[in-house]
């Protein structure tokens, strides 16, 4: 080691109490070290290890590595050495003559509003009844009950996904009762999730004869919401990483149990705020620890089983240390030396940053549909956190750089200048519906029983659907009573009292139009397709219906009679913001690339044959219905349509009701004013099947 290094000359030694234990990393022997005093762990290598026994404050650090003997093919060097040294003081498990352990970092006001934790102590002492609760939960009785539980819950949401995406439109309807209560909830469940980690922890180190004493535990609050905590770092003295990485899924594995459970009670409980309390806690517990937990990009549960399964350390360190190389490369401070996986870990970084910033999308949706000053304040901060403050740091590196990071600048300013000035080609995509004319929608023209639904196929003339109804049938007997008994009284009347007959006679025309009216509706209960040639039934919403009650003011076809022969219109909307814009660009017989749904080149070149530019509030088809829509065929805003014709003479493939695209062109813009346009609309309730 070099005697100018500026650590060569200190006398180091480890803290009082400092506690080693040898585990397997990466096939190979290494120690973990633990200070309980401060709760700080570090592994480091038997030759490091090795170094740490020399270290006993009489001697240096230099004279303490020229007593090691000289290192072999693949272990640390001295300057490695020297390096993990200095990490052990600034973890504070090693100690320098006359010094003092170093403060704790401490987080910026700005994070601290992203992250706030608050200690409460050691849970310890609960842990005897969370291991009778939960315990049963890591045998191998609890993986078969498990199993049963999630299976059993799947079986009983399926034939309920109405109910379910019921449910969950419901949940758009905040009142602030419904958000205090899931902000309850919501705590109360994590707080279960971190008592699995806490009681998978003791049973895994018990299977190796070791035991961990102490959980700190606290609550956080992530974006205000409460996001309870359980220290289990004492699960680095677990040398076994299967083990380790099932203590890293314990949480996930209690939250999967419960929503299990939560949806078997929904599906048995009666409509009410219980049912509904249920329905969240499912969601929470399933859709919450699956989305979040479960996810390595983040530094939650699914990222500490990634590093122990892989046996990887400090994989978002390094990667904003590579990422950090990276920025002061761009600014001419030269390339930094990577070690063997820093471009792996730069990876993780940016896709940890573009998953970071579609979760902070979502929240700032939610808050925005809540209050704009909410929205406005997660945007602000997001933005100050992630954009602004690294902006700074890497024009700060630019300044200490000086005519080296010139022509980065340059290069810069050029490509912001001309994303907000140069003007390029600009469209948008418009989604809408393959309509065939000559199509037409099958209503029930009476209230009834589905009984009889035909399958699929050429439907000229056929039978498509039958109806009962045992109203109906109970009605016309009674009223065939009424009939007859008026008609023994009236003959009564004619012998007796003549001038009762002709309010008899009123009373009896009144009885034969209500059982004309109800004999209709008997005619009415066959459903025939017309008598066009070509026409083929398409059953739809009809094919799940057997057995169920329609009635006859519902606006919903229950299938269609397609005609395959007839002219195609392809009818699309626009949404209140890109609609004048294409408008008043387009002119009637302009071509537009047209594709269906989802696939990739344009299917052909459509003519532009009608425009309504007349905002309306209802959409031309219920294959365009909003999601979260109130009703069939509502919209969140008000929409214009465009009606596209294909070439004539062209086969389109295409059923009626399909889903296509077709891009518009726009104006040219700027980049970065397409950019803010495409944010905006990203934002916004839009017209989302």
Not at 144 to 150: D, K, N, R, V
Not at 220 to 234: E, N, Q, R
Not at 358 to 377: E, I, K, M
Not at 620 to 635: D, F, K
Request: aromatic share 8%; with cysteine; proline share 8%.
């Amino acid at each position: 080691m070099d005697a100018a290094h500026p650590l060569a000359a200190l006398r180091p030694f480890p803290v009082r109490d400092l506690i080693a234990r040898r585990v397997a990393w990466r096939g190979a022997a290494a120690w973990v070290l633990h200070n309980p005093l401060s709760g700080r762990y570090a592994r480091v290598h038997p030759r490091l290890h090795a170094l740490l026994g020399r270290l006993d404050g009489s001697r240096s650090l230099a004279e303490a590595l020229a007593l090691l003997p000289p290192e072999a093919p693949g272990e640390p060097d001295a300057a490695e050495l020297t390096s993990g040294v200095a990490g052990l003081l600034r973890l504070g498990l090693l100690r320098q003559a006359g010094g003092v352990l170093p403060p704790p970092p401490r987080p910026s006001p700005l994070r601290r509003m992203v992250y706030w934790p608050v200690d409460l102590g050691d849970l310890a002492p609960a842990l005897p009844i969370a291991r009778r609760i939960l315990g049963p939960l890591f045998t191998p009785f609890g993986v078969l009950l498990w199993l049963g539980c999630l299976s059993l819950a799947v079986a009983l949401w399926l034939p309920r996904r109405a109910e379910a995406e019921a449910s969950f439109a419901a949940l758009a309807q905040f009142v602030p009762l419904d958000a205090l209560s899931l902000f309850l909830l919501f705590g109360l469940l994590k707080l279960v999730h971190e008592l699995g980690h806490a009681v998978c922890a003791q049973r895994m180190a018990a299977a190796e004869g070791h035991q961990i004493g102490v959980f700190r535990w606290g609550l956080g609050f992530m974006f205000l919401l409460p996001a309870p905590w359980v220290d289990v770092t004492g699960t680095w003295f677990i040398a076994s990483r299967w083990r380790r990485a099932a203590v890293g899924l314990a949480g996930i594995w209690v939250d999967l149990f419960l929503a299990g459970l939560a949806t078997i009670l929904w599906a048995f409980a009666e409509p009410g705020p219980m049912r509904e309390l249920l329905f969240q806690a499912a969601l929470v517990c399933g859709v919450s620890s699956l989305l979040f937990n479960a996810n390595p990009l983040v530094r939650l549960d699914g990222y500490y089983v990634m590093c122990d399964l892989l046996e990887v350390s400090s994989v978002q360190a390094r990667a904003m240390a590579a990422l950090r190389g990276l920025g002061g490369a761009l600014v001419g401070q030269g390339w930094p030396a990577w070690r063997g996986g820093d471009a792996a870990a730069a990876l993780w970084g940016l896709a940890s940053f573009a998953y970071r910033m579609l979760v902070f999308l979502g929240v700032f949706w939610l808050a925005l549909s809540w209050h704009w000053l909410l929205g406005l304040a997660v945007a602000s901060l997001v933005i100050t956190l992630y954009l602004v403050l690294p902006a700074l740091g890497l024009w700060r590196a630019a300044v200490r750089a000086g005519p080296r990071a010139a022509p980065l600048g340059l290069a810069l300013g050029a490509l912001g200048l001309g994303a907000l000035l140069v003007p390029l080609p600009d469209s948008v995509t418009a989604e809408g519906v393959v309509e065939r004319q000559g199509t037409t929608g099958i209503h029930v023209p009476a209230d009834g029983q589905v009984m009889e639904v035909a399958a699929s196929g050429p439907a000229a003339g056929a039978l498509l659907l039958r109806l009962h109804s045992p109203e109906t049938l109970r009605a016309i007997a009674q009223l065939e009573h009424e009939a007859a008994a008026m008609a023994i009284e009236a003959r009564q009347a004619s012998a007796a009292e003549p001038a009762r007959i002709a309010g008899i006679a009123a009373r009896q025309a009144a009885l034969e139009a209500q059982l004309a009216t109800l004999r209709a509706e008997i005619a009415a209960w066959t459903i025939r397709a017309p008598e066009t040639p070509g026409l083929v039934w398409a059953a739809g919403r009809a094919a799940s219906l057997p057995g169920a009650w329609v009635r006859r003011d519902d606006p919903r076809p229950l299938g269609h009679a397609i005609a395959t022969e007839g002219d195609v219109v392809l009818r699309l909307v626009l949404g209140q913001r890109a609609g004048p814009l294409v408008l008043g660009v387009l002119q009637p017989g302009a071509e537009v690339p047209v594709r269906a749904r989802g696939e990739g080149p344009a299917a052909f070149q459509a003519r532009l044959a009608q425009i309504r530019p007349q905002a309306r509030a209802e959409l031309p088809s219920e294959a365009l219905a909003q999601a979260a829509a109130r009703a069939a065929g509502e919209t969140a805003e008000r929409i214009f349509e465009v009606n596209l014709v294909p070439p004539e003479g062209l086969l389109i493939p295409w059923r009626h009701g399909q889903r296509v695209e077709a891009r518009l062109p726009l104006p040219p813009a700027p980049l970065a004013a397409q950019a803010w346009r495409r944010a905006r609309q990203a934002l916004e309730p839009r017209l989302a099947a």
